[in-house]
């Protein structure tokens, strides 16, 4: 940690590249300037089988686009960590970027044993189909 804040990035490829799900998960809103694009290879982006929410997979020659965000708070990485939850194991992983090239930075892979679908998870299509009652659910206090 350094002053209050977590040293290695995060890297979001799902539901938290959506700076209200972010904002409302952290417990804080994420300034922009903390925020890149960034790539990871060798992975594809896909639903877990019967969710709304994505994994990624390995896959030759794959790139997943997602956010790496920087600077967050113990507080907010604590409660992104939390929401992650039991699906999913933190990993460290290097992530490019078009600002400075390759780049340490935690992100979260589904445990063994959960299912892929084959469907291809979209963000702009997340948002459109579940983005809605996702935040309903979770406001409330719920996780389905």
Known sequence: MVGGTVAMAFFFYG???DSRVLAHIAGETVSPACMETAIIEGYRRVYVAGAWYPMLVAAAGGRVEGRLVHGLG???????IRYEGGGYVQR????????GGPVPAWTFMARPGVEASAEEWRLDS???????????????????
């Open 15 to 17: 539901t938290l590249m």
């Open 126 to 144: 997340w948002r459109r189909r579940h983005k809605k009652r996702y935040l309903r659910l979770t406001e409330a206090g719920l996780e389905e």
């Open 74 to 80: 113990r507080r907010a990485a604590d409660a992104i």
């Open 92 to 99: 460290q992983v290097t992530v490019e970027t078009a600002s």
